[in-house]
């Protein structure tokens, strides 16, 4: 936040407009993740007010979107194109009874329809859900609460609370340029683990019923990885398992 603060474009036609609204909120880490108990918030995001809900949905930054499904022992050059967030893009949020689907995309289905057949099929206490896209809704559009717990769903079934923190007038102490919103002005720091074998780089896979490694399952970098696993050809050694790891702490 502190090299956000102040600054000004360098196209003056990238400055906030007067009486621009700033909201603010804070991205809590899923409820799958059990280590973060104690530690929830993992972003503070700023957003200008006409923009749409797709920017912010493109602005958080969560491990799921990166991680890459599949087992590739055999074929570890293909896991690069396997990334989650490029094969499952569909998304929504929910605000005060009503949940944005992300349909950006021809590959995006509504992934909220299975709450709403929810609601339908059971008395929630919220009456009838409405369903809208995001990509077509402004934060101006919405009707919401400071300190009210909100919802993103990603990845079917990632779930983050959402709570918007403060919604105000811009000031000459803001981030003046626009075409740096959404700001990120807070993340939480994760401490990087290290390769099992060398510990100094940060692992990119994990092994199982793995012959080579010192524990099952053991993290590996890419170097040590291909230089136990595999020979100069690049054919396999042994009979293993070999998933894509992404560390949290990447994101620092």
Not at 50 to 75: H, M, P, R, Y
Not at 173 to 201: A, E, F, G, I
Not at 215 to 240: S, V, W
Request: net charge negative.
């Amino acid at each position: 936040e502190c090299l956000a603060e102040g600054k000004r474009p360098a196209d003056p036609r990238d400055s906030l407009t007067p009486g621009e609204i700033i909201l603010s909120m804070n991205i809590l880490y899923p409820l799958i993740f059990r280590k973060f108990k104690t530690h929830r918030r993992f972003q503070s995001i700023q957003v200008l007010g006409w923009q749409k809900l797709s920017a912010l949905k493109d602005a958080i930054c969560c491990v799921s979107d990166l991680q890459v499904s599949g087992e590739f022992s055999n074929t570890p050059d293909l896991a690069h194109e396997h990334v989650n967030k490029d094969h499952f893009k569909s998304s929504y949020f929910y605000f005060e009874g009503v949940l944005y689907d992300d349909m950006r995309f021809p590959e995006c289905t509504e992934l909220s329809q299975t709450v709403v057949e929810w609601a339908r099929d059971h008395d929630s206490g919220h009456g009838e859900l409405r369903t809208a896209r995001m990509e077509d809704t402004k934060f101006n559009d919405l009707k919401i609460k400071i300190g009210f717990p909100y919802l993103y769903c990603h990845q079917g079934d990632c779930e983050h609370v959402l709570v918007f923190t403060d919604i105000r007038l811009a000031h000459r102490d803001d981030c003046l340029d626009k075409t740096l919103y959404p700001l990120l002005t807070k993340k939480h720091w994760l401490q990087t683990r290290k390769c099992s074998v060398c510990n100094m780089y940060i692992p990119r896979w994990v092994t199982s019923n793995d012959p080579f490694a010192p524990e099952d399952p053991c993290l590996f970098c890419e170097t040590c990885f291909r230089m136990l696993h595999y020979d100069n050809h690049g054919h396999k050694l042994g009979d293993f398992l070999a998933y894509p790891y992404v560390d949290p702490g990447t994101f620092n």
